[in-house]
């Protein structure tokens, strides 16, 4: 698992919320976690085929 912060920017006029992510970079589950998608989706897949 890779730890990856990112800065959260929220627009004052209108409320929302944008995040910088670098293409290469994995996409948080929740902004400023640790826990990005491909391991959760790991995971679940893990789960699935413990069940099989």
Aim: charged share 20%; aromatic share 2%.
């Amino acid at each position: 698992m890779v730890k990856t912060i990112h800065d959260v920017e929220v627009c004052e006029n209108c409320g929302n919320v944008s995040i910088a992510i670098a293409d290469n970079k994995n996409v948080p589950v929740i902004p400023n976690r640790e826990i990005g998608i491909d391991y959760m989706l790991a995971v679940q897949i893990s789960s699935v085929e413990a069940l099989l």
